[in-house]
């Protein structure tokens, strides 16, 4: 990409960046025309390909900073990294989590749509980079964690899978952005996971 694109003020950087994460999150990329999204950032196509060599450049970039603002998020957040227990610590970052898809609607239609992206050039890439965070993050949360409370047999790699699935897919299928609605999600989600939570852990933890 341009280096001059980040020489804009700051505004307009978040203007082309929300407008096209709004125009991706709507549609496919395939579907998706650059026309749209120059027209929702109130700039033209040619000074949008200024900037970004092509769709598939600008839409890569954005899937980059859209997964570097949510780590922002979380490292920014009064998240507690001493909390031990396994599903404390998930119900914290699952707040975090449908705080930032309040404060940041567009962005998390992205990466949604970029989750489930099939692309030929692009669904690989994608793949890698999510892939990737969420084995780091997952093995660093897994390491703090006291996995003595679960019940022998129970592998608490797919209990996060399993979790994150059921949140993605509540996410996903309601299409939630209001305060409300995310209190809903917030609660069946505490649900599921209250559910798993009473089946896994020993008794005595309960």
Not at 69 to 94: H, N, P, S
Not at 175 to 183: L, Q
Request: glycine share 4%.
């Amino acid at each position: 990409m341009n280096p001059k694109f980040f020489n804009l003020p700051p505004e307009r950087q978040d203007l082309i960046r929300s407008s096209a994460m709004l125009e991706f999150g709507e549609n496919t990329f395939k579907k998706t025309s650059a026309d749209s999204i120059a027209k929702r950032a109130n700039i033209s196509k040619g000074l949008l390909f200024h900037y970004f060599k092509d769709k598939r450049e600008l839409y890569l970039y954005l899937f980059q900073y859209a997964l570097d603002v949510c780590i922002r998020q979380y490292m920014q957040k009064t998240y507690d990294f001493g909390e031990t227990d396994f599903f404390l610590a998930l119900e914290m970052g699952q707040k975090i989590k449908m705080d930032m898809v309040r404060r940041y609607p567009g962005l998390f239609r992205f990466v949604m749509r970029a989750y489930y992206e099939r692309d030929i050039e692009l669904s690989p890439k994608l793949r890698k980079g999510l892939n990737g965070l969420l084995e780091s993050t997952s093995r660093d949360f897994l390491a703090r964690m006291d996995l003595y409370k679960f019940k022998d047999g129970v592998d608490p790699w797919e209990v996060i899978r399993l979790l994150t699935l059921a949140a993605e897919g509540m996410m996903a299928r309601t299409n939630a952005y209001t305060a409300e609605e995310i209190e809903v999600l917030f609660l069946e989600y505490k649900k599921y996971a209250d559910m798993l939570r009473a089946h896994m852990y020993k008794e005595e933890y309960l």
